[in-house]
T-cell receptor, first 113, second 116 residues
């Protein structure tokens, strides 16, 4: 059972276009993180969203946490070839004093020059 | 300012041998997570440890796999009697406290295990 569903799995678009990728769950998370991973490397944290409805911007990237804290979206404006990579969402489940971080399968994004 | 260090980067083992994967967390971090990643997949949680304690090992197979994070030295993920299905990238991540969901989780570059 995949707790976090990411869609689409693969996305290939032209440079300059806009795109949105999604991370959905039936579970509530105390926070949600987005990571980007390049081949042969570990994931790197892009953003953490904590409050339902929260919106965070990181240059051309806009992240939103759903009101019910079950889903999130990542919107990229004017995509660049440097945005190519695997985008992973990760939800934190609070277990007593500790957070368990669970990842989705990711969206593999390819920006064509 | 060394990040999370994993070694070896690549490990080749024959079926039935043992694999030991090492992870040195960032300086000052006492919380370590291990994840496994197959090609075209996300990261699957295996185990979460604090110094000298296993907090959650619900994602780790009951047999052949073990993990430790001693008071001194790196965290070790040990796989005994490896099989071809163990071939994957194994990532370690560390955080400074138990609230990794609010803090930054730092990942190593992973160990690519290949079982022949």
């Amino acid at each position: 059972t995949q707790l976090l569903e990411q869609s689409p799995q693969f996305l290939s678009i032209q440079e300059g276009e806009n795109l949105t990728v999604y991370c959905n769950s039936s579970s509530v998370f105390s926070s949600l993180q987005w990571y980007r991973q390049e081949p042969g490397e570990g994931p790197v944290l892009l953003v953490t969203v904590v409050t339902g409805g929260e919106v965070k911007k990181l240059k051309r990237l806009t992240f939103q946490f759903g009101d019910a804290r079950k889903d999130s979206s990542l919107h990229i404006t004017a995509a660049q070839p440097g945005d190519t990579g695997l985008y992973l969402c990760a939800g934190a489940r609070r277990m007593n004093r500790d957070d368990k971080i669970i990842f989705g399968k990711g969206t593999r994004l390819h920006i064509l020059p | 300012n060394a990040g999370v260090m994993q070694n070896p980067r690549h490990l080749v083992r024959r079926r039935g041998q043992e694999a030991r994967l090492r992870c040195s967390p960032m300086k000052g971090h006492s919380h370590v997570y291990w994840y496994r990643q197959l090609p075209e997949e996300g990261l699957k949680f295996m185990v979460y440890l604090q110094k000298e304690n296993i907090i959650d090992e619900s994602g780790m197979p009951k047999e052949r796999f073990s993990a430790e994070f001693p008071k001194e030295g790196p965290s070790i993920l040990r796989i005994q009697q490896v099989v071809r299905g163990d071939s994957a990238a194994y990532f370690c991540a560390s955080s400074s406290n138990s609230r990794a969901g609010n803090e930054k989780l730092f990942f190593g570059s992973g160990t690519q295990l290949s079982v022949l």
